[in-house]
């Protein structure tokens, strides 16, 4: 899988929209763009993903450059219940093999009152 | 979404003991689950991936006679901490995933965390 790379620490003020960017410039045409959150002590948490065109769910928006060497993950409205460790991922999408998931250091988003 | 439960949520234990951490599927079959381990401030590292009815596949430095997995059904993996030390102590994760293909996520536990006193 494709290596990211991730700031190791963001802060956001609450109500405001955090972009976390992740830079994955040796990614392959078909490795897919993943993002994980990792609330403390919890296991991680499924945001989104995406291969070529921008995504939107009830949680957040992908953002991914033409070019695919760059995304940014977008939280509209950031609360303090977001503030965790956001992991950038790359891989491959399909087959049992692709499930397994490679993570980084990430980065620290910390939401302020 | 799918859901993966596993149990116990916290564990501690004597050293030189055995403790067992399940890992269920609960709304979906999976025939490969991993296992994760994370140590204080630190990212998660695979440790093993399990394949249902058949040997466990195991990182390179993760010992395979200490770190006893066993997929026996579709929902069901477990990871066997035998003889646990004080080093072992950690915060074990497993994740499962739907069978199919292209980008499909993988849904993680809530983490085990072990303290071998």
């Known amino acids: 899988d494709a290596k990211t790379t991730q700031p190791p620490s963001m802060d956001c003020a609450e109500g405001r929209a955090a972009n976390l960017p992740c830079n994955h410039s040796t990614i392959s045409g078909n490795e897919y763009v993943y993002w994980y959150r990792q609330i403390h002590s919890q296991g991680p948490q499924y945001i989104i993903h995406?291969?070529?065109n921008n995504e939107t769910n009830e949680m957040a928006s992908l953002i991914i450059t033409e070019d695919r060497k760059s995304s940014t993950l977008i939280l509209p409205h950031a609360t303090l219940r977001d503030t965790a460790v956001y992991y950038c991922i790359v891989r491959v999408g399909s087959g049992a093999g692709s499930y397994q998931l490679t993570f980084g250091k990430g980065t620290k988003l910390s939401v302020i009152p | 979404g799918a859901v993966v439960s596993q149990h116990p949520s916290r564990v501690i234990c004597k050293s030189g003991t055995s403790v067992k951490i399940e890992c269920r599927s609960l709304d979906f079959q999976a025939t490969t689950m991993f296992w994760y381990r994370q140590f204080p401030k630190q990212s998660l590292m695979l440790m093993a991936t399990?394949?249902?009815?058949?040997?466990?596949?195991?990182e390179q430095g993760v010992e395979k006679d200490k770190f006893l997995i066993n997929h026996a059904s579709l929902t069901l993996s477990t990871l066997t901490v035998t003889s646990a030390h004080p080093e072992d102590s950690s915060f074990y994760i497993c994740s499962a995933s739907r069978g199919g293909s292209g980008g499909t996520e993988a849904f993680f536990g809530q983490g085990t965390r072990l303290t071998v006193v």
């Open positions: 399990s394949n249902e009815g058949s040997k466990a596949t195991y």
């Open positions: 995406g291969l070529k």
